[in-house]
């Protein structure tokens, strides 16, 4: 049974992907994962698999001192996975990006073990750049980002195959939810949440007023008392029930978010994050804008929240686009890659 170790994390967005990919190999490769003890380690061990903790600095754009220390502290985190590497020879390094995952893959560089990256937003972020030349392939979520590397390859986005398994009446009925009025499921649980979740509280009369909402707010981010029709949850295991219930969705414009959104042919208002961010969420948004198939709300603008969503609850020419749609998940796409990248090494 061939040995995969994937790598990748400093946040869901680095990690919730590469689950998706693990999970359908599970049962025919040996699968293991590196990571520091971030939100990686709490998700990737929750999902049942085998774990290799190191610590690694992370790069602060900001100009600071701790950055001095990041020389230290990498080549440290390289010995580290280096070591790992050794005693595991896996036959397949996976990278999802962020500065996770730098170490393992130096560390099988070294080792002479094959590399395959995915990247998932337009513009390619630090690590892939830095890595790219070690890897067989860089794979990419968009057709424009494979063509800035030589070994680019479009492959879409893994997405996860239980988000296409819920039924609208039974997951109605798993949060409560009324047949007779839309629903607007808000994706509010993520980094730069706040301004979500506090712009949907403040809006709530006028919402409800329409739709009824399923808020995913995070967690620690529950209030005390809720009108009717609105159900709140710190975190929802089954996405596919969530996504199954929702007319229309309000979401940050983090990539494997939007493609989810856009292979369920979900009407969406993105809020991209603006701060915080290199700029990427802005660049997905507007790519999708630019299609036809999404509509966009600067945070500066969630005052008009509520006209916002209506509108694109209402937009024939929206749900049309979205049926035309080419976006499906690239999941198979990605299995394939791995797949010829063990056959050939």
């Known amino acids: 049974m061939k040995h995969i170790l994937f790598t990748g994390g400093g946040s869901a967005g680095h990690v919730v992907p590469n689950l998706a990919v693990m999970n359908a190999l599970k049962y025919s490769h040996r699968i293991t994962y590196m ?9 990737v061990t929750d999902a049942g698999f085998e774990f290799f903790e190191i610590e690694c600095p992370k790069l602060r754009r900001s100009l600071t001192f701790k950055n001095l220390k ?12 280096l070591a790992i590497l050794k005693g595991e020879r896996p036959d397949l390094v996976f990278s999802k990006g962020g500065y996770v995952s730098y170490p393992a893959v130096w ?22 750049k830095l890595i790219a030349k070690k890897c067989t392939y860089v794979l ?9 590397f030589k070994n680019g390859k479009y492959v879409g986005s893994p997405i996860r195959r239980e988000i296409f398994n819920g039924e609208k009446k039974r997951s109605l009925r798993k ?17 730069g949440s706040r301004a979500l979740n506090e712009a949907v509280r403040k809006n709530l009369p006028a919402l409800l007023e329409r739709l009824q909402v399923l808020h995913l707010c995070g967690r620690g981010n529950v209030i005390d008392e809720t009108p009717k029709g ?29 493609f989810e959104i856009l292979a369920l042919k979900k009407p969406a208002v993105l809020v991209p994050l603006a701060h915080a961010s290199r700029g990427d969420q802005i660049e997905n948004a507007l790519y999708f ?57």
Do not use: W
């Not at 990571?35 to 998700?43: F, P, R, V, Y």
């Not at 089954?238 to 940050?252: H, K, N, T, Y």
């Open 35 to 43: 990571g520091t003890g971030g939100i990686e380690k709490s998700l």
């Open 70 to 81: 990041i020389p230290f502290e990498l080549r440290h985190a390289e010995h580290a996975a």
């Open 107 to 128: 560390a099988a560089h070294k080792l002479d073990i094959p590399i395959l990256t995915h990247e998932s937003d337009l513009s390619p972020g630090l690590c892939t």
């Open 140 to 148: 990419t979520s968009f057709p424009e980002t494979a063509e800035k």
């Open 175 to 191: 949060f409560g939810l009324s047949e007779q009025r839309p629903v607007l499921l808000v994706l509010g649980g993520g980094s």
């Open 230 to 258: 609105y159900i709140q949850r710190e975190y929802e295991r089954d996405m596919g029930a969530a996504f199954s219930a929702a007319d229309v969705v309000l979401s940050r414009a983090g990539s494997n978010t939007v």
């Open 289 to 345: 804008e630019r299609q036809g198939l999404v509509h966009r709300l600067s945070e500066a603008d969630l005052d008009e929240l509520p006209a916002a969503l209506f509108s694109a609850l209402n937009d024939s020419s929206l749900r049309a686009a979205l049926q035309k749609s080419a976006v499906t998940s690239g999941t198979d796409r990605i299995i394939s890659v791995i797949k010829s990248t063990l056959r050939s090494s």
